[in-house]
């Protein structure tokens, strides 16, 4: 079964601190991709990162930083020093070449408070 | 250059009438997905263009949803007669030629059906 899992449903930080956002995902494909999106409040979702079965490096952008461990099916998302920008609710995905679609979790609302 | 654009951004219905969601993807790109999120819920796939054939509509709820993309540009997506439970954010994505995985999200259609 493919499935991802957002645990946090909501989470409410105040500006400046650190926040991790979890995403776990099930799937029994070797070849899958793993990604993030953010829907800001007015409802699009962008597109933050993209990142393969094959490749365990952590990735560091800025602020943000994603830390992916095969081993525990995790792919969770850091902000650092938030900012009340950040507030939006953020998706974990996970596509494989043989569904040719993205499975979403239920996504972490994160409010960033001044 | 232009993202996808979905059309309307907000329609409210009553029970029983119809309603069309209008997507224009990335000019360029065949693979164009519509995705649906329901009452805070995850975002859960519905069907799968590529060009004007539908590859994948396994996710589509029932047959009062109708989906088409004649000539390969833009599609759309008909609710008849729409019911309380099809209320939510309906999504748009495209992606470029098979084997790219990232997909472009357009703003969503928020439905509220009364």
């Known amino acids: 079964a493919q499935k991802v899992t957002q645990a946090q449903t909501e989470i409410s930080v105040v500006e400046k601190e650190d926040v991790t956002l979890d995403c776990v995902y099930e799937t029994r494909d070797t070849t899958y991709y793993l990604f993030w999106y953010k829907q800001p409040p007015s409802g699009e979702l962008v597109f933050l990162i993209r990142?393969?079965?094959?490749?365990?490096q952590n990735e560091i952008s800025g602020r943000y930083s994603w830390n992916f461990q095969k081993s525990t099916s995790s792919f969770n998302f850091t902000i650092t020093a938030s900012q009340v920008v950040d507030s939006a609710v953020y998706f974990c995905a996970l596509w494989m070449d043989s569904s040719y679609k993205l499975i979403f979790g239920s996504g972490t609302r994160l409010l960033v408070r001044p | 250059e232009a993202g996808v654009t979905q059309f309307p951004s907000h329609s409210v219905i009553e029970k029983g009438q119809t309603v069309t969601l209008r997507c224009d993807p990335i000019?360029?790109?065949?693979?164009l997905y519509w995705y649906r999120r329901v009452m805070g819920k995850e975002i859960k796939f519905l069907l799968h263009f590529v060009k004007e054939s539908k590859q994948d509509e396994s996710g589509m709820p029932n047959n009062r949803f109708l989906a088409e993309r004649t000539g390969g540009t833009y599609s759309t997506l008909k609710v008849q007669p729409a019911e309380l439970e099809d209320s939510g954010v309906y999504f748009c994505a495209s992606s470029p030629s098979q084997g790219n995985t990232e997909a472009f999200f357009g703003q969503g259609t928020r439905l509220t059906v009364v």
């Open positions: 990142r393969n079965s094959f490749d365990e």
């Open positions: 000019s360029g790109h065949d693979n």
